[in-house]
């Protein structure tokens, strides 16, 4: 079983990089092979919407998008952590949904799948912190990432979203959010 795990912090080793490594343990622990890839270690320009993609569905930007698409794709599943930031996914998230415009166009456009109907599709998992305690924190965010999911076939299969963690080590307080991420992580396998 592959899944994919994408850290999408700017922040190394902040909440959303510990809520996310708590999943990983998890899925490891049920028999998973995870890829880790951190968006702030790669060279990924944003979608410059220049239509290349038109004629192949493949990017025409050079830089690691390439290899990231292809660990997309061959995923049976993911797992997307990312912090709020303006009520919507951090930036280095945003600049790799944006560059899967390429997958969208060869999913529906060139090969003419139905929009939005997924064959057998692969979970996905998306995990969120914030600082504010707004209602509709996460909303905005899990709506992108439903879409994201689509380009690759997978579904939004579980959120976990949790309020009121700005500093480096706020999560440490809520032991529990960690017990509940690792347990998806363990869901996440199982559900395959």
């Not at 708590?22 to 060279?43: F, H, M, P, W």
């Not at 919407?49 to 050079?62: D, N, S, T, V």
Request: proline share 4%; hydrophobic share 40%; with cysteine.
């Amino acid at each position: 079983m592959k899944i994919t795990a994408i850290y999408g912090s700017p922040r190394r080793n902040g909440n959303t990089a510990k809520l996310l490594q708590s999943a990983i343990d998890g899925a490891r622990s049920a028999g998973a092979e995870v890829t880790e890839i951190v968006l702030r270690d790669l060279k990924l320009q944003p979608c410059l919407e220049i239509y290349a993609c038109q004629k192949e569905g493949r990017c025409a930007i050079k830089d690691d998008f390439h290899g990231l698409a292809e660990t997309l794709l061959s995923a049976q599943a993911t797992i997307l952590a990312s912090p709020i930031f303006f009520y919507a996914v951090s930036a280095h998230v945003k600049a790799m949904m944006d560059r899967c415009q390429s997958l969208w166009v060869k999913k529906y456009w060139l090969d003419k799948k139905p929009l939005g109907k997924l064959d057998n599709p692969k979970p996905g998992l998306f995990l969120s912190v914030g600082a504010t305690q707004g209602k509709r924190l996460f909303e905005g965010a899990e709506m992108s990432v439903k879409y994201f999911f689509d380009t690759f076939d997978t579904s939004l299969w579980r959120t976990l979203g949790y309020r009121g963690l700005d500093e480096a080590d706020d999560i440490l307080k809520h032991p529990q959010y960690l017990a509940q991420a690792r347990q998806a992580g363990v869901d996440l396998v199982l559900s395959l």
